[in-house]
Nanobody, 128 residues
Framework: QLRLVESGGGYVQPGGSLRLACAGS??????????IHWFRHAPGKARVGVAC????????NYAVSVEGRFTISRDDAKTTVYLQMNNLKLEDTGAYFC???????????????????WGQGTEVTVSY
C-alpha cells in the first residue's frame, strides 16, 4: 500500500519558518494518481484542512488562515510533497498530517475530509 511519512516539524518562534515533507513510498505513478492534502489538528480543536495539491498539473488550494504564508509543492522525482510555512503564528500550532485522496478535484477541495491514506503526523509548535 501507499505509505505516507511526514517530517520537518519542530519548535519555532512566531514569525519563523518550517518546511514539512510528506514522503510517499511506492511507484511514482501511483503516488501522483492522488491529490495530496495537509491537515492540522490543534489542541482542543477539530482537524482542519490547510492546503492541497492536485494530481495532474499541481494546482493548489489553501485555507484562508494560511493564504500568503504557506506554499504546497511536489517533487516528482522524490515522490514527496512539501509544505513551506512562513511567518508562523501561535495559532498554527498543532499536529500536521498529510493524506492522499484518489478522487481528484480541480482545484482540490481543501476542506474535504474523506481521504484514502493518512500519515502519522508531525508536531509543529509555535511559541515564545
Amino acid at each position: 500500500q501507499l505509505r505516507l511519512v511526514e517530517s520537518g516539524g519542530g519548535y519555532v518562534q512566531p514569525g519563523g519558518s518550517l518546511r514539512l515533507a510528506c514522503a510517499g513510498s511506492g511507484f511514482t505513478l501511483d503516488y501522483y494518481a492522488y491529490d495530496i492534502h495537509w491537515f492540522r489538528h490543534a489542541p482542543g480543536k477539530a482537524r482542519v484542512g490547510v492546503a492541497c495539491i492536485t494530481n495532474r498539473v499541481g494546482s493548489t488550494n489553501y485555507a484562508v488562515s494560511v493564504e500568503g504564508r504557506f506554499t504546497i509543492s511536489r517533487d516528482d522525482a522524490k515522490t514527496t510533497v512539501y509544505l513551506q510555512m512562513n511567518n508562523l503564528k501561535l495559532e498554527d500550532t498543532g499536529a500536521y498530517f498529510c493524506a492522499a485522496n484518489g478522487h481528484s478535484s480541480y482545484p482540490c477541495e481543501v476542506d474535504r475530509a474523506a481521504m484514502d491514506y493518512w500519515g502519522q503526523g508531525t508536531e509543529v509548535t509555535v511559541s515564545y
